[in-house]
């Protein structure tokens, strides 16, 4: 079993940015794909940005602001999110995908976190 762990969400205006972190438990981890996802209050968890062996994808609401990435080697990925805006607001989970590759399907992915809140004020 692999425990994934997400940490650097808070409560910030808009316009500023946020760095999430992400762990996973075993080293093994360092060779999937990896990605992350949102849900606002009342909607579907969404796909927001991806990275695997097939390189890095973005929701198209977030491609211009935000960069996932991770340490080669390492069970660790990271989102920097600038220019956050109110719609942005939600809790954001990063999960671990079965393969090397990531991909925009929740069925990719076989190892979830318990997620970061993120508030973005107007």
């Known amino acids: 079993q692999v425990q994934v762990t997400e940490s650097g969400g808070g409560l910030v205006q808009a316009g500023n940015s946020l760095r999430l972190s992400c762990t996973a438990s075993r080293r093994t981890a360092s060779n999937n794909g990896m990605a992350w996802f949102r849900q606002a209050p009342g909607k579907e968890r969404e796909f927001v940005a991806g990275i695997g062996n097939g390189g890095t994808h973005y929701l198209e609401s977030v491609k211009d602001r935000f960069t996932i990435s991770r340490e080669f080697g390492q069970s660790t990925a990271f989102l920097q999110m600038n220019f956050l805006k109110p719609e942005d607001t939600g809790v954001y989970y990063c999960?671990?995908?079965?393969?090397?590759?990531?991909?925009?399907?929740?069925?990719?992915?076989?190892?979830w976190g318990r997620g970061t809140q993120v508030t973005v004020s107007s």
């Open positions: 999960a671990i995908s079965r393969s090397a590759y990531s991909s925009r399907s929740r069925d990719t992915y076989q190892y």
